[in-house]
């Protein structure tokens, strides 16, 4: 899939990982369970817009302990001590409330929706719509399903527009966006074949 992306002109900016922090077992005996899944971020130009503050977490209280009495190697880039070129100013840390987020993604795998067999948790995009749009901007989902990006896009006030081919799975996404947002979808049908 990546290497058709690039042929088609996009480029591949950053991988995520969804960690499911309470993974189901797998359906085969000889399989581990299945715990993560791989997120690809895709983008047409080196320059994007993304809101890296929108998805800040907080600090943590080991900040607390560990910045209170620091050392002189902590107030300077301290290179790592096993070589690997890594180092770290760890004063650089003083007086900051949130940081940066990494780029796994722990949620759980609840799901309101149990009619659709690839569904995930309402968070997920959400994460990915306040780091990527604005209030405003257009999402797109080309892959529409369940509607469950479309319902996080429209709580966030975003608009948002879903590509679904499977008639079950686009009436089910009509009614749980209208069910879950309180907002009538206009629908447009376009039925086409494909050759």
Same mark, same amino acid.
């Not at 320059?47 to 503050?53: A, L, V």
């Not at 940081?99 to 722990?106: G, M, S």
């Not at 309101?112 to 569904?119: E, L, R, W």
């Not at 306040?130 to 209030?135: A, I, N, Q, S, V």
């Given at each position: 899939m990546i290497l058709e992306?690039?042929?088609?002109? /996009?480029?591949?900016? %950053? !991988? $995520?990982i969804w960690h499911k922090k309470n993974c189901h077992p797998g359906k085969w005996p000889n399989r581990f369970r299945d715990s993560w899944e791989r997120l690809l971020q895709f983008n047409k130009n080196? %320059?994007?817009?993304? $809101?890296? %503050? #929108? *998805?800040?977490?907080?600090?943590?209280? /080991?900040i607390k302990t560990r910045l209170k009495n620091l050392s002189e190697t902590d107030k300077k880039r301290d290179n790592s001590r096993v070589g690997s070129g890594f180092g770290k100013n760890i004063s650089n840390w003083l007086g900051r409330?949130?940081?940066?987020?990494? #780029?796994?993604?722990?949620?759980?795998?609840?799901t &309101?929706? =149990?009619?659709?067999?690839? *569904?995930f948790p309402k968070g997920l995009p959400a994460w990915f719509i306040?780091?990527?749009? =604005?209030?405003g901007d257009v999402v797109l989902d080309p892959f529409l399903g369940s509607?469950?990006? &479309?319902?996080?896009?429209?709580?966030?006030?975003r608009n948002s527009?879903?590509? !679904? @081919?499977?008639k079950d799975y686009y009436n089910l996404a009509i009614k749980? @966006? #209208?069910n879950c947002t309180k907002q009538p979808v206009y629908e447009k049908t376009q039925l086409s074949r494909v050759k």
């Open positions: 992306m690039r042929k088609q002109g /996009w480029l591949w900016t %950053e !991988e $995520y080196r %320059e994007f817009s993304m $809101y890296q %503050e #929108n *998805v800040m977490v907080p600090m943590g209280s /080991w409330e949130m940081a940066y987020p990494t #780029n796994v993604l722990t949620l759980a795998t609840e &309101s929706n =149990k009619q659709h067999s690839a *569904v306040k780091l990527f749009t =604005k209030t509607g469950t990006t &479309s319902i996080a896009a429209t709580e966030l006030d527009i879903g590509i !679904e @081919i499977n749980n @966006i #209208n």
